[in-house]
């Protein structure tokens, strides 16, 4: 039964459930025994939730007997990084510095899922409060397509759990590619919305002013159903138009180092893909990107000691040690590099908005090259892991990493960013590649 529904999308689950094929029951039943299996090797759960996620599928099972169908996640499996909050279960946020606790009630994004009727399956392992370190204690998670690499962070449990046919849909956060760059590394579809168009409230911050949460899923179409429940807009993005879409390519993005050649490869590959499918493509410079990163750190750091601050001094043992580093390193930036970095954000996000006049996306690698063996740290600036990704945190703009082929054995991401507010037709632009070309959608683990 688990291999039979693990891959399924959710549309084809919805399918399943109304004509009897299968109910949520049995659906969860099988993700619990495919975690039993694989989490050892993966570790991408803090907390299957088994008991209270075979309740709600008996629940959702129920209401399809009754003839009650609250729409398309009704009896979906979902998955939650556990930096947000579910009733009734332990909060961990990756860390030792608390004890895991009892959330009193649901974050806002997580009660919008279960109004919908999906199941809350799982809370996700993640880097220690998603900044970027594995707690030595809890350890990375590992790629379901080559596990002795990692699926990335700070989302990686997330991603795993997708990408290793578990769950079709987890929920992560992205503060600096937190959400895309595990779904490069895993071969997924990962959306990081335009700032502020899904609640935070009941989510654990790591920065206010960069902060956002998302959809990680095989198929775009599945990150557009989940959106339209995530931001309580049910209005859909007709399908786009690949043969009137202009996307420019930002070469800035581009890997620089003899490890990127396989990546490049892929995504020049894509680029040429997209072209004989009628897209014009076009190469841009945005001169402004090249502080982009720099002031992403200049921005989080400080935002990030001030949210630790009295979790430091209760319990500072607790955090692994290079977290602890980079809160203490956040109170030593400058008020002025602050505030300059904040000024900046506007010349930037103007920057970038106003290359939308011109053209309809923005192309990157999503990541400059492929999962590695363990999680980059975070550095100032200059961690070529968030090459492509930090921009869009800094200006807030929603950019989605889909898989576009394997570079070395191992997925490669392609990285594109729409303006403000169009994330419905990023998606739509994302769902018709996969729908032409094979390269688009998510490989199969090994």
Partial sequence: MQDETGFLSIAELGQAYRNGRFTPSHVV????????RMEPLLNAFADPMAKAALQQAAQATAAFAAGRDLGPLQGVPIAIKDLIDVQGIPTGYGSMVLPRRIADKDAALVARLRRAGAVILGKTNLLEFAYGI??????????PHDPTRTAGGSSGGSAAAVAAGIVPCAIGTDTGGSIRIPASYCGIVGLKPSYGLVPLEGVFPLSWSLDHAGPLTRTADCAATVLAILTDDPNKQPEADLCTLRIAVLQAHFPREPGGAAVL???????????????EVVEIDIPE???????????????ASVIH???????????APRTLENIKQGFTVPATAYVKAMRYRD??????????????????????????????????????????????????HPTVSMPCGLGAGMPVGL???AALG?????????????????RFLAPMPK
Avoid: W
Avoid at 136 to 141: D, L, R
Avoid at 265 to 279: E, P, S
Avoid at 309 to 319: E, H, R, T, V
């Fill in 29 to 36: 039943t099988a993700a619990l025994a495919r975690i039993a």
């Fill in 134 to 143: 594995a707690h030595p204690a809890i350890g990375q998670t590992n790629n």
């Fill in 265 to 279: 490869g892929q995504f020049n590959a894509a680029l040429r893909a997209m072209q004989a499918l009628g897209v």
């Fill in 289 to 303: 990107l090249g502080h982009a990163n720099e002031a992403l750190v200049q921005i989080l750091k400080p935002e």
């Fill in 309 to 319: 601050q009295d979790l430091m001094l209760q319990n500072p043992a607790g955090y």
């Fill in 347 to 396: 010349t930037l996000r103007d920057a970038v908005e106003e290359a939308f006049a011109k053209v309809d996306l923005l192309a990157s690698p999503s990541v400059p090259f492929t999962a590695p063996h363990e999680d980059p740290e975070i550095a100032d600036g200059g961690d070529p892991e968030i090459l492509a990704s930090g921009f869009s945190n800094v200006t807030g």
């Fill in 415 to 417: 990285q594109l960013t």
């Fill in 422 to 438: 169009r994330d419905d037709f990023l998606l739509s632009v994302c769902s018709a590649l996969q729908r032409t070309d094979s």
